[in-house]
C-alpha cells in the first residue's frame, strides 16, 4: 500500500478481555515501531522491530502486551486482560531502515470499559 | 533509561509572533528528529539532524542540534494559523539500534 496502515481506526472492549491491533508497514520498509498516545500526552515508546533480529521490548507498560512481526511485514500488538488505563490511541510507524523517518498510520484509538 | 524532554508544553501566540520550542536528552544522541502533528491526526516527519551543531531551514522554520549533541530546538518565525499543531522531538541514542523515544511535545495555537 501506499502508507502504514492500521486495524481497526477504532475498538471498544470490556475490561478484562484480549484485543489485536494490526499494522501493516510500507512495503520493503524493514523497521516498525509501536507507540501509545494518551489524550492530549506524548508518544509512548512500545516495541521496535529491525529485519530479523530481535526485538526491542523495553518500552512494553507489563507482561499483558505482547508484539509479533511475521515474514518482516505485518506486525501485531496483543494487549490480554485489558484495562482501563489501556485505552489510548495505539500508532504503528516504519521506516527504510531503523532510526530513519517514520512513517506513521493513522492510529488505533482503542476504549477499554 | 533514555529521557526527552521538551518545553513548553503549550504556547499560545498571535499570529505574525514567533514560536519556539526546545527539546533536552539526558543522554548524548547519534540524531535527533522533529515531527508535527495536526490535531486529529498523526505525526508528520519534518527533519533530522545528525551532526554536532548542525543547522537546517524549511521556509520559516529554523531546527538546530546542539554541539553536545543532547539538546535541540525548533523555531518558526512569523507564525501562521497554519502552523497550529503539536511539534514532537525524537531522539535516537547510539547503541540502542533504531530506537527513538519522543519528547512530550509542545502544543502550539495561533490565533489570527
Known amino acids: 500500500g501506499a502508507g502504514v496502515s492500521q486495524s481497526p481506526s477504532n475498538k471498544v472492549t470490556e475490561k478484562g478481555k484480549d484485543v489485536e491491533l494490526r499494522c501493516d508497514p510500507i512495503s520493503g520498509h524493514t523497521a516498525l515501531y509501536w507507540y501509545r498516545q494518551s489524550l492530549g500526552q506524548g508518544l509512548e515508546f512500545l516495541i521496535y522491530f529491525q529485519g530479523n533480529s530481535a526485538p526491542d521490548k523495553s518500552g512494553l507498560p507489563s507482561d499483558r502486551f505482547s508484539a509479533e512481526r511475521t515474514g518482516g511485514s505485518v506486525s501485531t500488538l496483543t494487549i490480554q486482560r485489558t484495562q482501563q488505563e489501556d485505552s489510548a490511541v495505539y500508532l504503528c510507524?516504519?521506516?527504510?531502515?531503523?532510526?530513519?523517518?517514520?512513517?506513521f498510520g493513522s492510529g488505533t484509538q482503542l476504549s477499554v470499559l | 533509561g533514555q529521557q526527552v524532554m521538551q518545553i513548553p508544553q503549550y504556547q499560545h501566540v498571535q499570529e505574525g509572533e514567533d514560536f519556539t520550542t526546545y527539546c533536552n536528552s539526558s543522554?548524548?544522541?547519534?540524531?535527533i528528529q522533529w515531527y508535527k502533528q495536526r490535531p486529529g491526526g498523526h505525526p508528520v516527519f519534518l527533519i533530522q539532524?545528525?551532526?554536532?551543531?548542525e543547522v537546517k531551514k524549511q521556509k520559516r522554520l529554523t531546527f538546530q542540534f546542539g554541539e553536545a549533541k543532547k539538546n535541540s530546538s525548533l523555531h518558526i518565525t512569523a507564525t501562521q494559523t497554519t502552523d497550529v499543531g503539536t511539534y514532537f522531538c525524537?531522539?535516537?541514542?547510539?547503541?540502542?539500534?533504531?530506537?527513538?523515544?519522543f519528547g512530550q511535545g509542545t502544543e502550539l495555537s495561533v490565533k489570527p
Open positions: 539532524l545528525v551532526k554536532s551543531g
Open positions: 543522554t548524548t544522541l547519534s540524531n
Open positions: 525524537a531522539g535516537q541514542e547510539y547503541n540502542q539500534g533504531g530506537k527513538l523515544i
Open positions: 510507524a516504519s521506516s527504510l531502515e531503523g532510526g530513519e523517518k517514520l512513517f
